[in-house]
């Protein structure tokens, strides 16, 4: 991480005499995206489209490869390479287009016409297929090579956005490679994703006070192989928390070690909101249930990325747009066949059992954790578990970043009725105008505008062509037509690659 | 796919007149049992153009009322392929029987070939190849405009 700037030092509105006081070396580039991730990527992507060249283009972030941050999560978080991830076959993000999608691409490499099929065919005779998390990697890398990716790339941590004297705005950061720098930027793109892993509190208050036992604790976006390697070497217990996504493909781990590696692994599944049935009143608008988990294929019900619930969002404001997202979204979980059988499979061995319940406790023994739990049928249980395995997720506190803390506080960026990054339906941060210049942000911190799939591939990929459009509007760039957008794909179908002028080689 | 209602139409409509109607004049005459001649192959296919978007559009109401009861208000690709059957049945019994649409002498094979390729490359268009020049039209529900 940087080092930190303390926000009053810096004057709200930056100068070039300022800059030029602070030393940094200053770069000037007319679009900039600061995470250089899946967003910057998308970002990028879009950009190349409206023939933006190499000179007026940076991406700026820490890791070399666009993947590197989602691969280090997802990995963390058992879905290694050859596992598929929640994603549809058409949310491709290395291509605005999604045609062809990711499983007519998997049937062409594999040489067999399963999975196009199974795409045809979803989900009425089959599941959604999803891709593989490899595919998805190698798609970004081939699409970052074609981008000329390492070309605008600027290695790097950002400090601080703050507005510029006449417009625009200057960015400062921290160069991997060179020291302090200043980028003088027209327009910027923020995607930074979360601010990082947030462990459920009463566990982060057990790793502060038994720090000798913190091991035992685990989020499952951290790096916890460890316990899954233990747990190959003797019969143990372990408590996983949260019914999510991340929950299944964690209890899924677990129980794969027990049918095929040899463990000897108890899981104790514990829920704080137990789903039994279908939610909602209005037969227009029930989610399935089951099981204790509430189901839906993707994270929002799928046509929030396109379609009547998209379209319906962008008409609502304040509290109903908050309650039409949780309506929507929540904790839920993707209602795979071969999951729901496998856990009762479990359940019937007892080696897999739910409690429903609050913690009340968390407290080291002398081989693991005991948690107290008040149960939902009004009884308190113990459970002593080797291990705590937290599935409950991101921080999604902006303040919690100091990239976000400072733009809330001292360039008039304001909180949505999520309490993330107000922006409006163009993906513009709400207050932070300069003149001509125009930040946008996508991605998780801006859950709460007007679009619910904003962390989802297709979600970056949509926020980075309503930010192209509403900077072709302005006149910035050119619109992206259907001639624009037919030679885009034909140089991306072909594996053309832009020039440092922006043109397709 | 997940289209809304305004989607739906204006999909339908602006794929029938542009691929559909492109596959008519080029592809049509040369399908098997295309007809005596190509004005007459024409014609059928002009006819039989009108007859899917008018009362297809009638349609689009049914399936958006059915896409009411699925959670993701979705309509899967096969869905959008098999109601093929259902619009071919009802716009061959219309074009036979009496309307001023009719085609005279109409039977079953040559209407098969000519409503069922133009059903299946505009199914075809609108499941990928669309969005190469309309990147937005996905996100919109099918909305062109």
């Given at each position: 991480?940087?080092?930190?700037?303390?926000?009053?030092?810096?004057?709200?509105?930056?100068?070039?005499?300022?800059?030029?006081?602070?030393?940094?070396?200053?770069?000037?580039?007319?679009?900039?995206?600061?995470?250089?991730?899946?967003?910057?990527?998308?970002?990028?992507?879009?950009?190349?489209?409206?023939?933006?060249?190499?000179?007026?283009?940076?991406?700026?972030?820490?890791?070399?490869?666009?993947?590197?941050?989602?691969?280090?999560?997802?990995?963390?978080?058992?879905?290694?390479?050859?596992?598929?991830?929640?994603?549809d076959?058409?949310?491709?993000?290395?291509?605005?287009?999604?045609?062809?999608?990711?499983?007519?691409?998997?049937?062409?490499?594999?040489?067999?016409?399963?999975?196009?099929?199974?795409?045809?065919?979803?989900?009425?005779?089959?599941?959604?297929?999803?891709?593989?998390?490899?595919?998805?990697?190698?798609?970004?890398?081939?699409?970052?090579?074609?981008?000329?990716?390492?070309?605008?790339?600027?290695?790097?941590?950002?400090?601080?956005?703050?507005?510029?004297?006449?417009?625009?705005?200057?960015?400062?950061?921290?160069?991997?490679?060179?020291?302090?720098?200043?980028?003088?930027?027209?327009?910027?793109?923020?995607?930074?994703?979360?601010?990082?892993?947030?462990?459920?509190?009463?566990?982060?208050?057990?790793?502060?006070?038994?720090?000798?036992?913190?091991?035992?604790?685990?989020?499952?976006?951290?790096?916890?192989?460890?316990?899954?390697?233990?747990?190959?070497?003797?019969?143990?217990?372990?408590?996983?928390?949260?019914?999510?996504?991340?929950?299944?493909?964690?209890?899924?781990?677990?129980?794969?070690?027990?049918?095929?590696?040899?463990?000897?692994?108890?899981?104790?599944?514990?829920?704080?909101?137990?789903?039994?049935?279908?939610?909602?009143?209005?037969?227009?608008?029930?989610?399935?249930?089951?099981?204790?988990?509430?189901?839906?294929p993707f994270?929002?019900p799928k046509s929030s990325w396109?379609g009547?619930?998209?379209?319906?969002?962008?008409?609502?404001?304040?509290?109903?747009?908050?309650?039409?997202?949780?309506?929507?979204?929540?904790?839920?979980?993707?209602?795979?066949?071969?999951?729901?059988?496998?856990?009762?499979?479990?359940?019937?061995?007892?080696?897999?059992?739910?409690?429903?319940?609050?913690?009340?406790?968390?407290?080291?023994?002398?081989?693991?954790?005991?948690?107290?739990?008040?149960?939902?049928?009004?009884?308190?249980?113990?459970?002593?578990?080797?291990?705590?395995?937290?599935?409950?997720?991101?921080?999604?506190?902006?303040?919690?970043?100091?990239?976000?803390?400072?733009?809330?506080?001292?360039?008039?960026?304001?909180?949505?009725?999520?309490?993330?990054?107000?922006?409006?339906?163009?993906?513009?941060?709400?207050?932070?105008?300069?003149?001509?210049?125009?930040?946008?942000?996508?991605?998780?911190?801006?859950?709460?505008?007007?679009?619910?799939?904003?962390?989802?591939?297709?979600?970056?990929?949509?926020?980075?062509?309503?930010?192209?459009?509403?900077?072709?509007?302005?006149?910035?760039?050119?619109?992206?037509?259907?001639?624009?957008?037919?030679?885009?794909?034909?140089?991306?179908?072909?594996?053309?690659?832009?020039?440092?002028?922006?043109?397709?080689? | 796919?997940t289209?809304?209602?305004?989607?739906?139409?204006?999909?339908?409509?602006?794929?029938?007149?542009?691929?559909?109607?492109?596959?008519?004049?080029?592809?049509?005459?040369?399908?098997?049992?295309?007809?005596?001649?190509?004005?007459?192959?024409?014609?059928?296919?002009?006819?039989?153009?009108?007859?899917?978007?008018?009362?297809?559009?009638?349609?689009?109401?049914?399936?958006?009322?059915?896409?009411?009861?699925?959670?993701d208000k979705d309509?899967?690709?096969?869905?959008?392929?098999?109601?093929?059957?259902?619009?071919?049945?009802?716009?061959?019994?219309?074009?036979?029987?009496?309307?001023?649409?009719?085609?005279?002498?109409?039977?079953?094979?040559?209407?098969?070939?000519?409503?069922?390729?133009?059903?299946?490359?505009?199914?075809?268009?609108?499941?990928?190849?669309?969005?190469?020049?309309?990147?937005?039209?996905?996100?919109?529900?099918?909305?062109?405009?």
């Amino acid at each position: 991480m940087p080092r930190t700037l303390d926000p009053t030092d810096v004057p709200t509105v930056l100068g070039e005499s300022d800059i030029a006081r602070q030393g940094r070396r200053v770069l000037r580039r007319r679009f900039v995206t600061v995470g250089a991730g899946l967003g910057s990527l998308a970002m990028i992507h879009l950009w190349r489209l409206a023939g933006v060249a190499d000179h007026a283009l940076c991406a700026i972030g820490p890791l070399a490869s666009p993947s590197d941050t989602y691969e280090l999560l997802a990995t963390n978080s058992q879905i290694p390479r050859h596992e598929r991830l929640r994603s549809d076959s058409g949310s491709t993000i290395d291509a605005i287009w999604g045609w062809p999608g990711y499983a007519l691409r998997e049937a062409v490499e594999d040489s067999h016409p399963g999975s196009a099929i199974q795409a045809l065919t979803e989900p009425v005779l089959h599941e959604f297929f999803t891709p593989k998390a490899g595919q998805v990697y190698r798609s970004v890398d081939r699409e970052a090579a074609r981008l000329g990716w390492s070309r605008v790339h600027q290695p790097g941590w950002v400090q601080m956005i703050r507005r510029a004297e006449g417009g625009g705005y200057w960015i400062l950061a921290e160069s991997l490679d060179d020291g302090p720098i200043a980028i003088a930027a027209e327009h910027v793109h923020v995607a930074i994703g979360y601010p990082g892993v947030q462990l459920l509190a009463d566990l982060q208050q057990f790793r502060t006070d038994h720090p000798e036992s913190g091991f035992r604790v685990a989020n499952a976006y951290e790096a916890h192989g460890y316990i899954h390697d233990e747990l190959l070497t003797r019969p143990s217990t372990v408590l996983v928390r949260g019914s999510g996504i991340v929950a299944s493909r964690v209890l899924q781990r677990l129980l794969d070690d027990v049918e095929h590696n040899g463990a000897q692994t108890t899981v104790i599944h514990l829920f704080r909101t137990y789903v039994s049935d279908a939610q909602g009143d209005s037969p227009f608008f029930r989610r399935p249930a089951g099981n204790g988990f509430a189901y839906q294929p993707f994270n929002y019900p799928k046509s929030s990325w396109g379609g009547q619930l998209r379209a319906r969002l962008e008409t609502l404001d304040g509290e109903a747009r908050a309650e039409l997202i949780d309506g929507m979204g929540g904790t839920n979980t993707a209602p795979r066949r071969s999951w729901r059988r496998q856990l009762k499979r479990h359940e019937g061995r007892g080696t897999y059992r739910q409690m429903h319940g609050v913690v009340e406790k968390v407290v080291p023994t002398s081989d693991g954790v005991r948690t107290t739990i008040a149960s939902a049928d009004g009884t308190v249980a113990t459970v002593d578990a080797a291990y705590v395995i937290d599935a409950t997720g991101l921080q999604a506190d902006p303040t919690t970043h100091p990239l976000y803390a400072d733009l809330l506080a001292r360039s008039g960026a304001r909180r949505n009725p999520k309490g993330r990054l107000a922006v409006e339906p163009s993906f513009e941060v709400t207050g932070t105008r300069s003149g001509t210049g125009r930040l946008y942000a996508s991605g998780a911190m801006t859950l709460g505008g007007h679009y619910a799939g904003v962390d989802s591939f297709l979600g970056l990929q949509y926020a980075a062509l309503r930010i192209a459009d509403d900077l072709a509007e302005t006149g910035a760039l050119p619109r992206i037509g259907p001639a624009r957008s037919a030679r885009g794909w034909l140089g991306w179908a072909r594996n053309r690659r832009y020039d440092s002028n922006g043109v397709l080689a | 796919m997940t289209p809304t209602l305004l989607g739906r139409i204006q999909t339908r409509w602006v794929l029938l007149w542009t691929i559909g109607l492109a596959w008519v004049l080029v592809v049509g005459p040369f399908l098997p049992l295309a007809g005596p001649s190509v004005g007459a192959v024409w014609l059928a296919g002009f006819r039989t153009l009108l007859i899917v978007s008018i009362v297809g559009t009638a349609w689009e109401f049914v399936y958006h009322g059915l896409q009411q009861l699925r959670w993701d208000k979705d309509w899967p690709t096969l869905f959008g392929l098999l109601v093929g059957l259902n619009e071919g049945a009802v716009a061959y019994v219309l074009l036979r029987n009496g309307l001023p649409l009719a085609i005279p002498g109409l039977t079953v094979a040559p209407f098969v070939w000519q409503f069922g390729t133009v059903w299946l490359v505009v199914w075809a268009v609108s499941n990928g190849p669309i969005r190469v020049l309309f990147p937005r039209w996905r996100f919109a529900g099918g909305r062109f405009w």
